[in-house]
């Protein structure tokens, strides 16, 4: 059977979670898990990049897509 492809938003959801933690003190870590394909995102790639730093965000990335293609082909 085929996957559905879903629609992802990533770029403005990082956005999201720089300014909802722009207020914590201490260290602030993203850590996102996805496939790496934003389709939906109203925000560009350099303006989620410029939004993480001003907020002062490190981002460590999961990428789904290589165990996704393993679990398909074995």
Same mark, same amino acid.
């Given at each position: 059977? &085929?996957?559905a492809? *879903?629609?992802d +938003?990533?770029?403005?959801?990082?956005? *999201?979670? +720089?300014?909802?933690?722009?207020?914590?003190e201490?260290r &602030?870590?993203?850590?996102i898990?996805?496939?790496?394909?934003d389709n939906l995102s109203?925000a560009?790639l350099?303006?989620?990049?410029r939004a993480?730093?001003?907020?002062?965000c490190?981002i460590y990335?999961v990428?789904?897509?290589? %165990?996704?293609n %393993?679990k &398909?082909?074995g």
């Amino acid at each position: 059977t &085929r996957l559905a492809k *879903l629609d992802d +938003a990533d770029y403005d959801g990082i956005i *999201l979670a +720089a300014e909802y933690l722009k207020e914590v003190e201490g260290r &602030r870590v993203i850590v996102i898990v996805s496939d790496g394909d934003d389709n939906l995102s109203d925000a560009t790639l350099e303006e989620t990049i410029r939004a993480v730093q001003l907020d002062n965000c490190q981002i460590y990335v999961v990428k789904t897509t290589d %165990f996704e293609n %393993f679990k &398909r082909t074995g």
